[in-house]
């Protein structure tokens, strides 16, 4: 059985900082493009930045650009969100997940359709 497991989230003062984990079990997914989604209480789920198999290319929603930076390390089968500059709206619970497969277009990336693991989510409360 697959499962993604997510930590490094915690309470933070805004314009701190906190770096996520995602640690896949069951099997790697070391060739598929991985994604970090969040969801805020009363959102929906929405997406905040994917990295593809080789970390070549990295997709970011706008309003973490410049402030979050997501990375991979395929020897450990770990994907980083490095996240900087917090503030009070980026208060959510945390996902990973893994893309179902390669796409050729990158824009899919951008929606929960792509993805088919998911992890049980990490909350992260950024204080004002």
């Known amino acids: 059985q697959v499962h993604l497991v997510e930590s490094g989230g915690g309470l933070v003062q805004a314009g701190g900082s906190l770096r996520l984990s995602c640690a896949p079990s069951?099997?790697?997914?070391?060739?598929?493009?991985m994604g970090w989604f969040r969801q805020a209480p009363g959102k929906e789920r929405e997406f905040v930045a994917a990295?593809?198999?080789?970390?070549?290319?990295?997709y970011y929603v706008d309003s973490v650009k410049g402030r979050f930076t997501i990375s991979r390390d395929n020897t450990k089968n770990t994907v980083y969100l490095q996240m900087n500059s917090l503030k009070p709206e980026d208060t959510a619970v945390y996902y990973c997940?893994?893309?179902?497969?390669?796409?050729?277009?990158?824009?899919?990336?951008?929606?929960?359709?792509?993805?088919?693991?998911w992890g049980q989510g990490t909350q992260v409360t950024v204080s004002s």
């Open positions: 990295i593809s198999w080789s970390g070549g290319n990295t």
């Open positions: 069951g099997r790697t997914f070391s060739s598929v493009t």
């Open positions: 997940a893994a893309a179902r497969r390669q796409y050729s277009s990158g824009s899919i990336y951008y929606t929960a359709t792509a993805y088919a693991y």
